[in-house]
């Protein structure tokens, strides 16, 4: 395979696709590679340009065509992280510039992590209409509750899901889905919209939807796929904005210690206005609304930078110190403790969010200028 080849291949599999030919000649190509994984890991993070990144993996692909050994393996999760570097290199001028390259340095976090700090995971608190609260990390996959004419179910793969149960009224009661720091949970309501709740979120709903909307209350961020009603319109609210949808997929991130809210529209077309007004801003998919809690803005919106917490990953594009911890606290459960001012310290940056938190405290450490110590569940912030 030519280089010009490859670039096109791994800079298409994220933009564009790909047609099943040519994934199977980029999947055959990167098998022969044989990766390890915390390898590959550290090389996407390491700071270079489109071309370094081609050609190093070429010359991987050289060295073991070369000799000749094959694996059956198909790293597909590792081939979308490697064609997301490929784009991002293109699309952001600042990374973390690592002071390791293939191979990882000796870290140079400080302190000791006393209590086990892990990746946040499927946790959830789900809160019935007559104050009954079920742990969802817990509580076994099947039947819930019944509420009325309402089932709620817990499916094997870790989603509540509702189902209205055919001649039985509902009475639309409410209930509120819940994540702490360090959780995150899907649900489907009984319309059939889908929603993907972020860390320390919650999601306040009817049982049953009735009447000519669908109104539903959001603390926190999460994504929607909104089943499509052109008779029931569907109200997120939140932080004294509300938006306005037939049926559509978008995500609004509404966190109480954020200074905006923002909503980005992935597809079809939403209202986003400001409690009490009138005057709401139309959105096409691609553009994104910030609300600072007078004046709602439109801008063109960076989609992989908006949906990356869906897909596993943080990506920090030229973010202040304080926004990036802000989303460590939240996923990790931490309390973050700034020992110093860091106001024009800012990074650059596309991290799994699987990944141990020294790990990626170690890669910001990596940068210069900014040091980090564990002790128990909080981090120092330091100069």
Do not use: C
């Amino acid at each position: 395979m030519q280089k010009d080849r490859l670039k096109y291949l791994l800079k298409n599999y994220s933009v564009a696709g790909l047609s099943e030919t040519e994934l199977a000649e980029l999947e055959d190509w990167y098998n022969q590679i044989n990766y390890g994984e915390q390898q590959l890991d550290l090389w996407i993070l390491e700071a270079g340009g489109e071309d370094v990144i081609v050609n190093h993996l070429y010359e991987k692909f050289e060295q073991r065509n070369h000799q000749q050994v094959k694996t059956k393996s198909i790293w597909r999760t590792k081939l979308v992280a490697v064609a997301a570097s490929i784009v991002l290199v293109l699309s952001l001028s600042l990374y973390f510039y690592l002071s390791y390259s293939v191979n990882p340095a000796k870290p140079v976090l400080q302190g000791v992590e006393t209590v086990a700090i892990k990746p946040g995971g499927n946790k959830a608190v789900l809160t019935l209409s007559n104050g009954k609260q079920i742990n969802l990390e817990t509580a076994s996959n099947g039947q819930l509750a019944q509420i009325g004419g309402v089932e709620i179910k817990k499916s094997v793969d870790g989603q509540v899901f509702y189902n209205a149960i055919s001649g039985i009224n509902s009475t639309g009661e409410s209930n509120t889905i819940s994540t702490p720091n360090g959780g995150q949970y899907q649900i489907i309501l009984t319309d059939g919209t889908r929603v993907w709740l972020n860390a320390a979120s919650s999601l306040k709903y009817p049982t049953a939807f009735s009447g000519n909307e669908r109104k539903v209350e959001l603390k926190g961020e999460a994504y929607f796929e909104v089943s499509s009603n052109q008779q029931s319109p569907f109200l997120v609210v939140s932080n004294n904005q509300t938006v306005k949808v037939l049926g559509t997929h978008f995500n609004i991130n509404a966190y109480p210690d954020e200074p905006v809210v923002k909503t980005t529209l992935l597809e079809g077309r939403v209202i986003v206005s400001a409690e009490h007004s009138h005057d709401g801003k139309i959105l096409s998919p691609g553009q994104q609304a910030i609300f600072d809690g007078y004046h709602i803005s439109v801008d063109k919106a960076d989609l992989k930078e908006a949906m990356a917490w869906k897909n596993g990953y943080f990506m920090f594009k030229d973010e202040d110190i304080y926004a990036i911890m802000n989303q460590i606290s939240r996923w990790y459960n931490v309390d973050v403790v700034y020992m110093a001012k860091f106001d024009n310290k800012r990074f650059g940056g596309y991290v799994s969010r699987s990944k141990k938190i020294t790990d990626l405290l170690n890669i910001m450490e990596s940068t210069k200028g900014i040091h980090f110590k564990i002790e128990g569940r909080r981090v120092f912030v330091m100069k």
